[in-house]
């Protein structure tokens, strides 16, 4: 019954910054893992950033150094700080959490997460130049 919203997503140019934000709605947060994942139309949904319980952190390729996850102290939000960003960000982004430890948290596998998680509804990123 855990219920996730998105909110941060709009529309931006190139080089801006965007904060997303995830919260719980009717339960807290699993305490494993909690990712970030985007989607554009005829692609996977891929893994964009992940945390663990221990609070290690992966983060896909195109967004290192410019992208960083992060939680609230009470696990009840997670964030995605969204620096520089490219036109090659725009997507669908969505959260998710889940409690399985039969999940590997940073295989940022969206199946894992349907099978074993929960997302959120998805928030629209557009970065324009």
């Known amino acids: 019954q855990v219920q996730l919203v998105e909110s941060g997503g709009g529309s931006v140019q190139a080089g801006e910054s965007l904060r997303l934000s995830c919260t719980s709605s009717?339960?807290?947060?699993?305490?494993?893992?909690a990712a970030w994942f985007r989607q554009v139309p005829g692609k996977e949904r891929e893994g964009v950033a992940s945390?663990?319980?221990?609070?290690?952190?992966r983060y896909a390729d195109p967004v290192k150094g410019r992208f960083s996850i992060s939680e609230d102290s009470g696990r009840t939000t997670l964030y995605l700080q969204m620096n520089n960003l490219k036109p090659e960000d725009t997507a669908m982004y969505y959260c998710?959490?889940?409690?399985?430890?039969?999940?590997?948290?940073?295989?940022?596998?969206?199946?894992?997460?349907?099978?074993?998680?929960?997302w959120g509804q998805g928030t629209q990123v557009t970065v324009s130049s």
């Open positions: 945390i663990d319980n221990n609070g290690g952190t």
């Open positions: 998710a959490t889940l409690g399985s430890r039969l999940y590997d948290c940073h295989s940022h596998s969206s199946s894992g997460i349907d099978d074993l998680g929960y």
């Open positions: 009717g339960h807290t947060w699993t305490g494993y893992c």
